[in-house]
């Protein structure tokens, strides 16, 4: 009989594990939906938090294709500023961010206009409004602005909403204006 007992014993240990990995299977199942409910009730509610913030427009900025950038460099111009004396004057570098190489060639058939545009309205501001960081943003948007009229882009492209917030759509581009945004790659005032 001493030969059966040990087969009996070996024999019950199997349950137990069958057990345990049953249990370790529900555990993992719990989890498993805790996280999918979890992720689903954030997402939801980010999604009502986006819509009481304007998600309109958050929804057209990620429908716009959004490939590798295009950048058309424009020369540095000189230009005298609006300061009292006329002494000042900005030495800058722009770079148009374009939507695709496609958009390029019709930003350079407006290339003229559009620096001498550039130039007008740089000649417009002040030393002092040009260093600060919000007087270069805003020459940044009614540069796009300025370029958009020969788009057929809304004139308001790069005006001012709500006095301090800008207009979500300029910063991300509009539908007809092929330039996506202005950088400068140089900016001297002297």
Do not use: C
Not at 127 to 138: T, W
């Amino acid at each position: 009989m001493a030969t059966k007992t040990p087969d009996v014993e070996a024999a019950a240990p199997p349950p137990k594990s069958k057990k345990m990995l049953i249990l370790m299977l529900v555990g993992v199942l719990v989890l498993a939906l805790v996280g999918g409910g979890g992720w689903i009730y954030l997402s939801k509610k980010q999604a009502a938090e986006l819509d009481e913030e304007g998600g309109d427009e958050v929804a057209a900025e990620v429908v716009q294709p959004q490939g590798p950038p295009t950048y058309l460099p424009l020369d540095n111009m000189v230009v005298n500023l609006a300061d009292p004396g006329g002494e000042r004057v900005a030495q800058i570098g722009v770079t148009l961010e374009v939507t695709d190489a496609h958009a390029m060639d019709a930003v350079k058939a407006y290339l003229p206009s559009i620096r001498s545009d550039i130039l007008l309205l740089v000649s417009q501001r002040t030393a002092d409004d040009l260093l600060k960081r919000e007087g270069k943003e805003q020459l940044a948007a009614d540069i796009k602005s300025a370029a958009a009229k020969y788009f057929g882009a809304a004139a308001s492209a790069g005006k001012k909403e709500g006095g301090k917030k800008k207009d979500k759509a300029a910063q991300h581009g509009d539908g007809d204006n092929p330039i996506r945004g202005v950088l400068f790659s140089s900016f001297i005032v002297q």
